[in-house]
């Protein structure tokens, strides 16, 4: 039916409605958000690798040249090599940006803890300077000088989340072809918000790392730290890719990626001593630990793990930066009885939140500035005597796995907010943790019998992407992580 055919009466019954609706449609649109200008500002170093630093015995922790030393700006410390450094690499990550335009660096080239020092080892002459992950790449030339000097690098505007330095030229030292760098700033011209006090955490986090690595060198050096369950030193090298890996196995997420890691650690391991308790593993991941009760733990050995090359307690707030990258992951807890069994009294309470619970950053003690760690625990069936199965008046048997979900508000850019993260603890037959394994890797532990008890001797680690393989042990010498 046309409008022409339309009686009077009824358009005028219409009219509102139409001029309603031309209203409607006629209503200007949103006005567009205006872009926040670009800014130049300081970015602390979060985290830090290489494709090899140098290790030797009579120099193992407070000046042990790994690459994290360049982000502590002081120049008594330094990223240094065992080589001439020509061909290696230092790859510095930094708080992600968005709207990326330009990187000044500022370097200082050599190991300038003093000018002796400083002539004595070699420096960088020409580097290959690249932005990541825009891959933009700059060759630049740095001079034979101490103090600081600038680097510029400008990218199309873009994310923003490392820098790595190529090593292509060096200036030769006086008395060691050792290649030191002691310190390197970054400030970033970008769009994304400004957040000064969440930087500033990044120093305060190495400062207090320097501190914890100078107190274990004072504790190796005494009979108390040489009687621990671990090494003075760890070195981590990375195995490679040696398969094709689907490009997206979990999807989903979450507990998801702790299965997978322990399917490729399983496959890794093979047949072996090891297969009950990867087995084990999988099984809790598989049922997302249905079978584990809650319980509040009390270790009988409280002392802290000391800080050791090579090893790590993972933090709270990994998904801003991730200190273990290129080391095993320990308890979380940091405390030395959950290296064994026999260290932690277990109390199982009802009451408590449960996994899901936990992990949906339900509990309000998820949402407090303070970490809260929750355990669940499962152990072996009572072994059966006089009294039947589960005999001795119903006492269970040996603690066979934990699991530790912590929580709590963390420091982000854009200011605080709940996260948690997930660990899961595996002890075998001996009683000695035996699997360590979480959402990024699984990891075996294997212990030795030294003069002072058992000893971590090394760990093989699998990541949930191939290229983050490690193989962990206690040794001395050049750490090559390529």
Request: with cysteine; glycine share 8%.
């Amino acid at each position: 039916m046309s409008v022409r055919s339309v009686p009077v009466a009824v358009l005028l019954v219409f009219l509102p409605v139409l001029s309603l609706v031309s209203s409607v449609t006629a209503a200007p649109a949103a006005p567009a958000p205006v872009p926040r200008p670009a800014k130049e500002r300081r970015l602390h170093v979060a985290s830090a690798e290489a494709s090899s630093y140098l290790v030797n015995d009579w120099n193992q922790f407070q000046e042990n040249y790994l690459p994290l030393y360049v982000g502590d700006d002081d120049p008594r410390t330094a990223w240094s090599l065992k080589t001439e450094g020509i061909g290696e690499w230092l790859r510095v990550h930094v708080t992600p940006m968005e709207g990326a335009t330009k990187v000044r660096l500022r370097i200082r080239n050599g190991y300038q803890k003093t000018p002796r020092l400083w002539e004595a080892n070699s420096r960088a002459h020409e580097l290959t300077v690249v932005l990541l992950p825009s891959k933009t790449t700059a060759d630049v030339a740095l001079k034979d000088a101490a103090d600081w000097q600038e680097i510029v690098v400008e990218q199309p505007a873009g994310a923003f989340e490392a820098v790595e330095l190529r090593v292509k030229s060096v200036y030769a030292g006086k008395k060691y072809d050792d290649l030191c760098l002691s310190d390197v700033q970054l400030y970033v011209t970008a769009t994304s918000s400004d957040n000064p006090a969440f930087e500033k955490q990044h120093l305060e986090k190495i400062t207090a790392w320097k501190k914890e690595r100078a107190a274990a060198a004072k504790l190796f050096r005494t009979k108390l730290g040489q009687s621990l369950p671990i090494a003075p030193q760890y070195v981590a090298a990375r195995r490679g890719r040696r398969a094709p890996e689907p490009e997206n196995p979990c999807p989903s997420g979450g507990i998801c990626w702790m299965s997978y890691t322990l399917e490729r650690a399983a496959r890794a391991a093979g047949k072996g001593k090891h297969t009950p308790a990867l087995a084990a593993a999988a099984e809790l991941a598989r049922t997302e630990f249905a079978t584990m009760t809650a319980v509040k733990i009390a270790p009988r050995d409280k002392r802290a793990i000391p800080t050791v090359d090579g090893l790590c307690t993972p933090e709270l707030n990994a998904c801003q930066e991730d200190p273990c990258e290129s080391a095993l992951r320990l308890p979380m807890t940091r405390q030395m009885g959950y290296l064994a069994a026999e260290a932690l009294a277990l109390v199982e309470q009802s009451g408590l939140p449960s996994y899901a619970d936990v992990i949906a950053l339900k509990p309000p003690r998820c949402h407090h500035d303070e970490t809260t760690t929750f355990a669940w625990a499962l152990r072996d069936a009572a072994p059966a005597g006089p009294g039947g199965v589960g005999g001795g008046g119903g006492t269970t048997g040996p603690l066979r796995a934990l699991l530790l979900v912590a929580c709590g508000l963390v420091e982000g850019r854009e200011g605080p907010f709940p996260t948690r993260r997930a660990q899961l603890l595996v002890y075998g037959t001996d009683g000695r943790l035996e699997v360590v394994a979480d959402e990024d890797e699984a990891a075996v532990l294997d212990w030795s019998q030294g003069a002072n008890g058992p000893k971590l001797a090394r760990a093989t680690v699998t990541a949930n992407d191939a290229n983050g393989d490690l193989d962990i042990e206690a040794a001395a010498g050049t750490v090559a992580t390529k």
